[in-house]
Structure formats: C-alpha cells, structure tokens
C-alpha cells in the first residue's frame, strides 16, 4: 500500500467483511449441509465422540492450496491423527472443567458468533459475486468506457514546511528532484527518486491529490503541501487517461468492491432487524449530556 493511499473508512465493515474473506477470491459455492449418516463414515472415535469423514475434509479445505492438492491416501492419515489430537486435548480440558471457565465460554461463544456470520455470508453474499455475476458488473460499469484521468508524480516529504520551502527554492535554481528526493525526503520511495507512479484522484489522500491533478507534466508546486505525514514537494511528470482493464485486470478488485457493497446491504439488514441499546463502558445509562461539548468558562 502507497504511504499516501487512503484508508478504508469503515473499521466495523472491514471486521465484519473479515469473517467472509473467502468470499472475495474466486466465487465459491455455499457450504453444503451435512451429508447424511451413511455417506458421511465415521473414520475415528475419540471415547464416545465420532470424527466422520466430512470433518476431514472440512480440514482439508481449510489447508493452503499447495497442500490440498497433495494426494489424499498422504493426506488423509495425517489429518485424521490432527483431528484425534483436537479432539483429545478439548475432552481433557472439558474433564478439568475449563468449558465452565467464564473466559473459554467467552471465547466459544464468539466463535460460535464467527461461524453463523460466515455461514450467512457465502450463503447470502456469495452468489451474488459469482464469476457470472461480476462479469455482469464489469460489462455495465466498465466495458467501453472510458478511464479516468491518472498523473505519474513524484514527491518529497520532509517535515517542516520551512524544509520544503527551500527544496522549492533549490528546484527552482535547477536542482535535480529525484536526487534530492533520494537524499532528504523520508518517504518510503525516497530510494526511488520519490516515484508514486501513476495513480487517479481517488488513490491518495485529498489534499495531495487536489494538488497533483493542478499541475501539468514537468511542473512542481510552487508551495509545499501539507497533509498528515509531513510537507509535500510534489512534481507532476505525466498525464493520461487510464486505460481500460481487461476482465481479467479488474475481476478481483470488482468483486472485492462487490463483496464490500454486498456486506454493507446484509450488516444494514441485521441491524434493522434487532433492537440495539448503548452504555457507557462503566455500564451506566449515557446520561443527556454525555459527549457534549463543555461549558464555557465564565468570564473573568
């Protein structure tokens, strides 16, 4: 991520989206319900509890791609015995009485929570980003049209305003940007002569890009920028205008966008459909003027 790049606005949609993270790579069909009984064999027993088959491959599909493809009769031993082993130490936890530990029922409990939330978003939200269905969305949103405007800049970051008007002043004499950048901006980039590539308004923060998008190629501001990392020196080298991504260029960010778009729909769902209330964090009722601005204080 670009030092400049902006955040992500909403940390309670990027938690909440956490849960779903597999629904944002390749389209993936909604678990299937157990299997029942007689295609679903029991292949271990742990006192009276039965690991099954569909435990195992459960397992499997939470295994890094290179290790699902290894061949099951390697596979399958090994996961069994990691199973047991679970299945083991939670029953002599369980015997100890750590299940009645307010904590671990804490902890179950959220876990418990994580799997119903993941259980509704591949059933909800993934059809709805299927390979089908973000094709759609790239025919209508970005096929043929035509791309937004980028800069390929450069930039010094210092942190005074003082140090970045005498960088201007030594531009201005004739200074070479990207070998001052290189020896006094403490950017990431400064290795790179300050290069930021290209990049369109929406890509940095405001203030930055208001100032880049002002300038034409091989003009530098007349003035530092400030945003919150430090002053900026910023020198424009080229314009264009983007152009258009293939499918094949876009498909993940689009179907991020659309998994985005998507959890909001169903976390605005959710609260709709239940009753919230909010305390303090001594668990009192907030009081009227909680969060108010204070009184002034009296005149002398």
Sequence with gaps: MRHLSRTAPILALTAFCAVAAPVSGRAQAPAPSAPPAAADPVVARVDSTDIRLSDVQGAIQSLPPEYRAMPPQ?????????????????????????????????QMARAAEEALQSALFHREIGPQVSDAAVRARYDHDIAGKTGAPEVHARHILVASEADAKAIIAELKKGGDFAAIAKARSTDPGAAQGGDLGWFKQGDMLPEFSEAAFALKPGQVSDKPVQTRYGWHVIKVEERRTAPTPTFEQARDDLRNTMVQEAAQKLLTTARAGVKVEKFNLDGMMPRATDGAEPPPAPAK
């Excluded at 390697?74 to 904590?103: C, E, F, I, N």
């Design 74 to 106: 390697m596979l399958y031993p090994a996961l069994v015995d990691q199973l047991v082993d679970r299945k083991a130490v939670a029953l002599l936890a369980t015997r100890q009485g750590l299940d009645k530990d307010p904590q671990v029922q804490r």
